[in-house]
């Protein structure tokens, strides 16, 4: 059976948020690969529901659930050796997956199913009402570059509502002396709130989204109760779907 090996590469990254999460169950059929995954720490959540473009030869008839832990240093160093141009076959048994393409055999081993930290739902709520929608454009990356290049000296960004205007900022909330930099994106009609995110969970998000960041749309919900929120990205039919909930930062 032929394996598009970019393919992979491109699913396993999307699936754990750029390795974020550290492992990644796929379940692959003829024509959808599904992957359901969440962190460790439950702070970030991928859902994909995608065509199959992984294994374009499967009869209808078959179905695969492969489990891989730690994927970015037991898959990808593999997959980055074969040559994405030429044609590579895979062996499917029930321990592993056998890469051939010439004379080169990867031996790459399935984790126990136990290992995989799968989300059993389709959403983290099926409640949540969003208080504000808008799209991944030019504007809104140029503003979230500025603020990567701030963020890594203080792992938070955070989203929050001043005065009706939506914003961006890094900084150590918990600190009233610390610097930061805040840009306003656009005016919204919300209460004031402020919601604290991980660092390398947007970050990531943002280069799985790469260059095509305009296919998707972002909408925030915030829950006054609890002062926390959560970011819902997702393209237009969902066939991607990535949540980041908020912490406390207090």
């Known amino acids: 059976m032929i394996i598009k090996t970019s393919e992979l590469k491109d699913l396993l990254k999307k699936a754990t948020l750029n390795y974020c999460i550290t492992n990644v169950q796929l379940n692959i059929t003829k024509d959808k690969v599904v992957s359901k995954m969440i962190t460790s720490a439950s702070d970030a959540i991928t859902i994909l529901n995608v065509e199959n473009t992984i294994l374009p030869e499967m009869k209808a008839t078959d179905s695969v659930i492969w489990n891989f832990d730690e994927p970015n240093t037991n898959i990808v160093p593999f997959l980055n050796l074969i040559d994405d141009n030429e044609e590579t076959e895979v062996v499917i048994r029930d321990e592993k997956i056998t890469l051939v393409q010439g004379k080169q055999k ?53 989203f929050g509502v001043l005065d009706k205007t939506l914003y961006i900022e890094t900084s150590d909330k918990q600190n009233r002396f610390s610097n930061g930099l805040r840009i306003d994106l656009c005016e919204v009609e919300s209460d004031d709130l402020s919601m604290c995110f991980e660092f390398k969970n947007i970050v990531n998000l943002m280069s799985v989204l790469n260059d095509s960041y305009a296919d998707f749309k972002c909408r925030f919900a915030y829950v006054p109760e609890q002062e926390l929120g959560m970011i819902f990205i997702g393209n237009e039919n969902e066939t991607e779907k990535y949540y980041l909930m908020s912490k406390n930062d207090r």
Not at 141 to 150: A, D, L, T
């Open 106 to 158: 990867s031996n790459i081993f399935f984790c126990a199913p136990q290992v995989v930290s799968v989300f059993e739902a389709d959403s983290p709520r099926s409640d949540i009402e969003y208080f504000y929608e808008m799209d991944l454009d030019d504007d809104f990356v140029e503003s979230f570059n500025k603020i990567k290049m701030i963020g890594s000296k203080f792992n938070k960004i955070y």
